[in-house]
């Protein structure tokens, strides 16, 4: 199988775990930040007759490249490989229709962009191709149709998966999160996240030692901007934004990255990334 070298622990390991049990074997590529072509040519490169299971992000966790999905999922097909999306970084954020994309799967969490309670999440699994994926855990409500001889019919549809008793209250409070964007709109979220982002990316990229990762083009980012200072580490930028100007943002050391993201989204203001810019601008002074 196959995945972005920028994946997020909580894609990989899952797949990490699969190479002890099952001898899986996986392949990874380095995202190109430059082109949706290069990224999809970069996996078409890396797959075989043996290759099972595309995955990718929606959107990279460390910096905030948007995947051709829509692309993947056609090349997926024509090689009669499972595809399946990371959307932890990308429902919230962005509008998409999972119909049009033409994944296989995907999964998100509920409390990243779409503000919703932790521990609640969704799984999406293209509806004819939910008999093809076995639930690892079941429990009851997993199957209404078993025997202790043997027989185990799992209940129709993906509530399969939803085995035992779940909490309520947190589930309901992520369908009150969902509506609470639908009030104000997919579409005006994006393009507001989007906005704030193209902000602090010209503030940044003024400033002399910043280098901003996520791609400027639109359609390859979304509401993330990762930069980096050169020879600094994250963690002294960090201190320095959280100390200095009271500004609490991600530091991203995955894949041996220094950098430092920001992720602006309906609550945060033009104001707060003008700070951000102003915070950098004190802090290259010291250097
Ligand atoms: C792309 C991606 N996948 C997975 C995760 C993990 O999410 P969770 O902790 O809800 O499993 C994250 C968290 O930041 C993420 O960015």
């Not at 990989?12 to 999809?40: C, M, Y």
């Not at 209940?155 to 209250?169: H, L, P, S, W």
Request: hydrophobic residues 40%.
């Amino acid at each position: 199988m196959i995945f972005e070298s920028h994946a997020h622990p909580g894609g990989s390991l899952p797949w990490l775990n699969l190479i002890r049990q099952e001898g899986v074997k996986i392949k990874t590529f380095e995202p190109d930040p430059h082109s949706a072509e290069g990224n999809l040519q970069r996996i078409a490169e890396l797959m075989t007759s043996r290759t099972r299971v595309i995955q990718v992000s929606h959107i990279t966790a460390p910096t905030g490249i948007v995947m051709p999905v829509k692309a993947i999922a056609q090349l997926a097909r024509e090689k009669g490989c499972w595809f399946h999306i990371d959307g932890a970084q990308s429902a919230g954020m962005i509008p998409f229709s999972l119909r049009e994309i033409g994944c296989d799967s995907y999964a998100t969490s509920g409390h990243k962009w779409l503000g919703g309670p932790r521990e609640t999440g969704v799984l999406f699994i293209k509806e004819e191709k939910v008999d093809l994926v076995s639930p690892r855990h079941v429990g009851s409500y997993s199957s209404n149709d078993f025997d202790f001889e043997g027989k185990l019919n799992f209940v129709g549809g993906t509530r399969r998966f939803e085995y035992a008793t779940r909490n309520v209250a947190s589930v309901a409070g992520l369908a009150e999160a969902v509506r609470f964007q639908e009030v104000i709109g997919r579409d005006r979220i994006a393009d507001y996240g989007a906005s704030l982002g193209a902000r602090l990316q010209e503030g940044l990229s003024q400033l002399p030692r910043v280098t901003v990762l996520t791609p400027s083009r639109r359609e390859l980012r979304g509401s993330m901007t990762t930069f980096i200072v050169p020879g600094v580490t994250a963690d002294r930028v960090f201190g320095h934004l959280l100390k200095n100007d009271g500004l609490r943002c991600r530091p991203v050391t995955e894949d041996g990255l220094q950098a430092i993201r920001v992720s602006t989204h309906v609550f945060n203001t033009a104001e707060e990334c003008d700070r951000v810019v102003r915070s950098m601008t004190e802090f290259v002074r010291t250097l």
